[in-house]
């Protein structure tokens, strides 16, 4: 669909200083993102934490109260909706009901005008790039989620926008589909070379496709990063709680040695990484996922790993693993995620243990 | 400005052509050179508009207990019907209800005339020896207007029927109550909205009715819509924009009050004919 | 055991039948007796024909006031629906009080009794000679028509997915295109019912034509009225038979209409 001599390139997009506030009331309090030409930028944040209200206003349907939304450098902020040339999948895809597959995908090109017949080429390419050919004369309500969405999908790239919104255009279908369409997704981003804005609350979702995720909360990014920083470094607990699952230990900081705090934690001595160091006595949060822990009764205790000693309180098998909830002396719980395996010794409910994990997988949050 | 524009051009022909006239008629109800209320309070020992407004809302009421008791039936089994059946109950409901108010009469003219089909029945059964009065009296109104607002009863309670969740009545029964019980206890007390949606439509529509008594009912049985059409032919209009406000006002009285009821405000949002 | 369990599903279904049959009678009688061949009203007619719609179709009396009221409805349908869509569209979007006021002078000829309208209108016509005029009655019975357009069209607009809106502006559709390619087809179903309910409000109104009717523009309701008091001869029912056909029809329209723009919208209608 895009011919040798118009090379496209994504559009490269800033929010400065961003704000939405209805009344009194901040669905957006402020964000600052650079997003980067190409790159494939996900909102992710439960719901009311501004992510599509973000969108909107990039889209240009909700006018920011405060801050600046600039496309390659061109603020867009006074720019009505119809001028931005920006591609948009909505949730529910929000085809034309009264129009075939054919005319919702030409749509776009109608409203700017290009023939008849350079229309029906441009459909035809972009019904073969998602895989519909000879759905064209076909009404939506003859199509099936999946397909719909692709027809959505079409229709937002056929006028070769620069930038793509999407707003949880997977929500409505089950899980097999969507794990297809999120790989054909990540496919029809690489080809295109486009920016793509993608919105989700499922962090799954997120992890899979994104070059880059911001996570919001209330209204702020709380941290940006690839997906794997974002894992395995979360700036802070919401956003340990919100990707993945995390154990969160209190503690009280003895000493800092450069990134490293050193901590009192249930009567035992912890280190972990910290990005600004704390003072000494302060109490903080460390946090550390399930999987990364094990059951170390066993093991000589070393200085790259934490140790902690807890009282088993529930085991469950799931197959791939076995998932333990622990108990520390206070009563902390714990959650530890162990591979299964014929080998390893199945703990029981009410078991002494000892578990340990890297002092490079505990972080300060 | 764009949706003021263009709610504009009705809001004007509402106001010229029906607002403005209706308002102007009512005013003459309080005197054609000073204000007086002197024609209301001279209503108030008048024989003929009591009677009236009595027979009025003495017919109304029965009209409305009448379609109560015979449409919460049908719209129960308009709801728990399925197929077919359903199709049939609805076409038998809504036909009469998109048939003319005058041609519906006239079947009643028809039906209930001293030759008419009830009479002939009743004598040829040897029930009777000679046709009974029965058109042109009260009961004709009663039982024509009955058939005329049936729909406006049962529409408002099937609708409210169909949003009980089904499973409610099944989780009475698996509780131990009698098909009756469950009846009683649950798929009732949840119906009242629909109830009293239809209560309102009935009771307020019948107000205002005028064909029909005048075609079916007794000399003596007049309405208060008939003395006001009456009225205005010997062209006595402070009178009759008396009795015009005295309806309207009942009318409205009415609809005030029931829209305090919880889920009643749409009664009159739906498209009815 | 089991007649104590099936008689009162017996009776139930038994009582039903009769209140059935109570309101589609009447509906069967006036039908079969425009068949009838007696030169009087009598049912069960002795024989069936046709000459009561022979009379009818043969008769000036009969065939002026049908064309009128026709042409009244048309016209009423015609003003109507311009009127009730426009402001459909415009009502929703008015600020909170204005849009109580307004729709609240648009919707209210559904409760006001219609005697009242009626004699306000001919108390304000008489003055300006609209009495006795076709125009009179079609500007009055507009008034009556107006709240099933307002109505119908603002339902279907209400039934409209926003995001449909959204999405033509997000894809290059100025305002007015959106309005002309997205909006305006997808009520159109709305509007189409709102028209066809205009037409048989006006086709079927009485109270307002016998006050505005005078001598100069008969309806066909009118001209029934007139006849019913001094005879009830069988030609009414032929009229009244033929009536029953045309809004009967027009109305399975409207439904299927109505269904099919509920498939399309994919969300319910409100009506």
Known sequence: MRDGTSTTHGAAVALTALEKRYDSVAAVAGVSLDIRSGEFLTLLGPSGSGKTTTLMMIAGFEMPTAGDIAIDGQSVVGLPPYKRNIGMVFQNYALFPHLTVTDNIGFPLKQRGVSRAERSKLVGEALDLVHLPGYGNRYPRQLSGGQQQRVALARAIVFQPRLLLMDEPLGALDKQLRENLQLEMRRLHADLGITFIYVTHDQEEALTMSDRIAVMNEGKVAQVGRPEELYDRPASRFVAGFIGESNFLPAVVRDVDGETVVADCQGAVVRGLCRKPPDSGQSIVLSTRPERMRFADEERSDSASNRLRVTVSEAVFAGERCRYLLRTADGTSIVLKEPSSATVRRRSVGEQAEVAWPVADTILV | MIPLLLAAPLLLYMLVFYALPVLAMLLKGFGEQHWTLAHYASLADDPVFLKTFWNTLSTAALVTLGTLLLGYPVALALVRTRGVTAAIILVVILLPFWTSVLVRSYAWMVLMGRHGLINEALLAAGLIERPLRILNTSLATVIAMIHILLPYMILPIANALRQIDPSLARAASGLGASPFQAFRQVVLPLSVPGVAAGVLLVFVLSLGFYITPAMVGGPRDITLSMLIAQQVDQLNWAYAACLSTVLLATSLALIAAFQRLPGIGNAFRMNTR | ?271
């Open chain 3, 1 to 271: 055991m089991t007649v104590a369990r099936l008689l009162p599903r017996t009776i139930s279904k038994a009582v039903v039948g009769l209140i059935l049959l109570f309101l589609g009678f009447p509906i069967v009688v006036v039908v079969v007796v425009s068949f009838s061949s007696a030169t009087y009203l009598t049912f069960p007619p002795p024989a069936f024909g046709l000459r009561w719609y022979e009379a009818y179709f043969g008769s000036a009396d009969w065939l002026r006031p049908t064309w009128l009221s026709l042409a009244v409805a048309s016209a009423v349908v015609a003003l109507s629906t311009v009127l009730g869509t426009l402001a459909a569209l415009g009502l929703g979007r008015l600020p909170k009080p204005l849009r109580v006021v307004a729709a609240a002078l648009v919707l209210s000829p559904l409760i006001v009794p219609v005697i009242v309208v009626a004699i306000g209108i001919y108390y304000a016509f008489s003055r300006y000679g609209l009495v006795g005029s076709p125009l009179g009655l079609v500007l009055a019975h507009t008034c009556l028509a107006v709240p099933f357009v307002v109505t119908s069209v603002s339902a279907s607009l209400a039934g409209i997915d926003p995001r449909l809106q959204q999405a033509a502006l997000s894809l290059g559709a100025t305002p007015r295109n959106t309005f002309l390619q997205v909006t305006l087809p997808l009520i159109r179903p709305g509007v189409i019912v709102g028209a066809l309910f205009a037409f048989i409000s006006s086709f079927d109104e009485l109270v307002v034509a016998l006050f505005l009717s005078g001598s100069g523009a008969v309806t066909l309701p009118r001209r029934m009225w007139d006849d019913l008091r001094f005879q009830i001869d069988p030609t009414i029912a032929a009229v009244s038979t033929l009536t029953i056909v045309l809004t009967a029809s027009l109305l399975a329209v409207a439904h299927l209409l109505r269904r099919r723009a509920q498939g399309n919208l994919g969300k319910a209608s409100v009506t």
